[in-house]
Structure formats: structure tokens, C-alpha cells
């Protein structure tokens, strides 16, 4: 009798016996084969160990499957029940988290693709499962998706036959040590950076701290001093790798930010703000003499939602 699977360790590198392309016909022969571990979920590994295989699903509309590069979602978030997301992930997530250390520990990933993927809330492979060889995790970021959470996403590269995929550890400072807990707790902490500069500084002092959709000027102190956060027009970071200009940031209130950063709110060419999920004009953008904004960072920022409900 089989081990239960829950007794079968992490381990990385190819499948013995298993050939790159072989066909298998659903979770349970993968799981025999020592393809995939974790039958019935995408990500197989822990947090403290790292991720040996995952299985392209279909699952997420922000992921890009192509045959040597791979943008792969994370897990978390997800309702089983309609298939949509109704959270944000975060990088903390025991699949997220043991990805990350493949990418900081050189360890490669398994990669299995679901054929004939069919359905929109539960998603199945009609025409079962192809191993597609050895990835590694070459970087990673967070963004915003196109459902309006905030995701996590991988960058896969093809590891060709006896190629190795090298570590890409996180430089310790002076008297820490170098273990994956480590390696882990900075990944994540350079991921909640805060960007605070002149730009940032700047926008919010030419609008005085008021919001330039809502007109809130969110004032936190007996003195009078007021809240209000810059918001990148064209999304700084990785994929999208706007700049940190004037001319690509708007002054807000915390609320308009996480609507606009998630397309709930949008721009028009003209600077009109409209509701991105009905299209409904909301009110003119306030827009100060000294501030230019460029029409091509609100372009890109409409581009990114334009597909949000298809499929």
C-alpha cells in the first residue's frame, strides 16, 4: 500500500522514470508518479522547505504561460465556489512564501500543465496532464490584478536539460545570519516598502494634502497638519515599471488611492474621473496650473483594466 501522501517529503529535481511531455490523466497518477505531491492544489511544498511542483490550472486571468518564460499567480485569495478572488495574497502564504525561497535558494520547480482547461468557476483539465520539465524562479513582485486584489506573481524560466538554477540569496547585513527564515523576512519586508520621495513630497504639497478626486482634506492633527498619499498614475515596480515622476502621480485620500490603484476609478484622456466598474462619470479631476500629467500614464493605467471581465 502507497504512503499517504501527506508523509512524502519535499523533494526537488526531476521525476524518476517520468520523461519531459509524458501525458498523465489526472491528479492521483501524477501523485504516483512523484510528479506532484499535492493532489487537487497547484502548489506543492511549505514555507520552511521551498515549492518542488506546481500545476498550471488556468486558475488565475493574470498568469502567461508560455513554453520556456512562465507568469505565474500565487495561491490565496481565491473562492473555490465562483472562482473569483475576493482578497489580496500576500507573500506570507505558505506556497507564495516557499516560492520565494526557491528563487533565493536556487531550487527548481516542477512544472506540470493542465491540457483542455474548461470552466469558469471551477476550472478542470478535460484533457489531463502534461509535465512540462524543470523552471526556475527567476523574481517575483506584487501587483494589482485585474480583479482589483493585489496578487502575487512569479517569473518561471525553462531550465534546460542538466542546467541548474543558481541561488539568488538576500545579502545579510553585518551580524545577521544567512538561514531561509532570514532570506524570507527581508524578501518580504523590501515588498512593504514605503516610497516616500520628493515626488511624493512634492504632489501633496502643491494640493496641500487634498484629495484631487474627492476634494477630502483628511486633517489628523490639533494643529491642522493633514493625511493624504501619492498614487502612481502608471504603476511603479514590477510588471509595469512606471516612473517616479510628477508628472505620473496624483495626491489622495486613502480611500480614492486604493480605489484608483485597484481601477474601481479611472481617468479619461481629458481628466474626467469615472467609475471603472460602470463606466459612470464621477467629477473632473482637480488639476493645479503647475501640475502636467501626461495622457500616457492614463492610457496605461485604463489599459491595465480594459480585459478585467472577460472570460
Known amino acids: 500500500m502507497a504512503k499517504a501522501q501527506s508523509s512524502n517529503p519535499v523533494r526537488f529535481g526531476p521525476p524518476r522514470g517520468v520523461e519531459e511531455g509524458q501525458w498523465f490523466a489526472g491528479h492521483r497518477q501524477l501523485h504516483a508518479a512523484g510528479v506532484h505531491r499535492r493532489s ?39 473562492d473555490r465556489d465562483t472562482g473569483r478572488l475576493y482578497a489580496d495574497q500576500t507573500l506570507t502564504s ?42 526556475r524562479v527567476a523574481e517575483h513582485w506584487t501587483t494589482v490584478g485585474k480583479e482589483g486584489f493585489r496578487i502575487c506573481q ?17 545579502t545579510p ?45 483628511l486633517v489628523v492633527s490639533p494643529g491642522g497638519e493633514a493625511y493624504s498619499e501619492a498614487a502612481h498614475i502608471h504603476a511603479l515596480g514590477r510588471p509595469h515599471d512606471g516612473p517616479d515622476e510628477l508628472w505620473n502621480v496624483l495626491c489622495l485620500c486613502a ?11 479611472q481617468l479619461s484622456d481629458e481628466f474626467d474621473v469615472f467609475d471603472g466598474l460602470n463606466q459612470r462619470f464621477v467629477g473632473a ?27
Open 255 to 265: 480611500n480614492c488611492h486604493a480605489l484608483f490603484d485597484r481601477g474601481a476609478l
Open 285 to 311: 479631476l482637480n488639476l493645479a496650473k503647475e501640475h502636467h500629467i501626461k495622457v500616457a500614464c492614463v492610457r496605461q493605467h485604463r489599459a491595465r483594466w480594459a480585459d478585467r471581465f472577460v472570460g
Open 154 to 170: 512569479f517569473r518561471l524560466l525553462k531550465l534546460d536539460p542538466g542546467e541548474t538554477a543558481q541561488p539568488h540569496p538576500v
Open 40 to 78: 487537487g492544489q497547484g502548489i506543492s511544498g511549505t514555507a520552511h522547505e521551498g515549492v518542488d511542483s506546481i500545476v498550471l490550472s488556468g486558475g488565475y486571468i493574470d498568469d502567461k504561460y508560455g513554453e520556456r518564460e512562465i507568469i505565474y499567480t500565487g495561491e490565496g485569495g481565491r
Open 94 to 135: 505558505p506556497g507564495n512564501a516557499g516560492l520565494l525561497l526557491n528563487e533565493g535558494l536556487g531550487h527548481p520547480v516542477r512544472v506540470v500543465r493542465g491540457l483542455k482547461i474548461r470552466g469558469k468557476k471551477r476550472v478542470r483539465a478535460t484533457g489531463g496532464y502534461e509535465y512540462c520539465g524543470l523552471f
Open 173 to 217: 547585513g553585518q551580524g545577521e545570519d544567512t538561514t531561509t527564515e532570514e532570506q524570507l523576512r527581508r524578501i518580504v519586508a523590501y515588498e512593504r516598502l514605503i516610497r516616500d520621495s520628493k515626488v511624493a513630497r512634492k504632489v501633496k504639497e502643491i494640493y496641500d494634502n487634498t484629495c484631487q478626486i474627492c476634494n477630502c482634506r
